[in-house]
């Protein structure tokens, strides 16, 4: 996907429930290609502005989407669960979130 084929696509800030004010950030300088250890920065950030702004990239053939950048071009949100057995609970959070340049494995099913 190029940053060109982004005008019409949804953009969104995703805020904090528990810590209002609270927005997730993505910083993907330096990710230009795809890494199997993904690249860049996630974290919080108090305001919106270019890398607190998310493209929603729909899939409809598997009803899955994708999270992309809004400042990086191809690249997208990525969470790394590897580490995490199913019914374990971790009172600090685990695995690893960060940033990829485009692939397939990066898609997202929304459960509510």
């Not at 230009?32 to 053939?61: K, R």
């Not at 992309?68 to 997208?76: G, T």
């Not at 995490?84 to 509510?112: E, H, M």
Request: glycine share 10%; hydrophobic share 30%; with cysteine.
């Amino acid at each position: 996907m190029s940053s060109g084929s982004t005008n019409n696509m949804l953009r969104v800030s995703i805020e904090s429930q528990k810590f209002p004010g609270s927005y997730l950030r993505m910083d993907g300088r330096g990710v230009t290609e795809y890494s199997g250890s993904g690249g860049g920065a996630v974290n919080v950030q108090n305001h919106v502005a270019s890398y607190e702004t998310l493209i929603i990239v729909n899939h409809p053939d598997d009803n899955t989407f994708s999270i992309m950048s809004s400042a990086f071009p191809n690249v997208y949100l990525r969470m790394d669960g590897s580490d995490i057995k199913s019914g374990d609970t971790y009172a600090q959070g685990a695995g690893k979130v960060n940033c990829q340049c485009v692939s397939p494995v990066l898609f997202w099913v929304c459960r509510y």
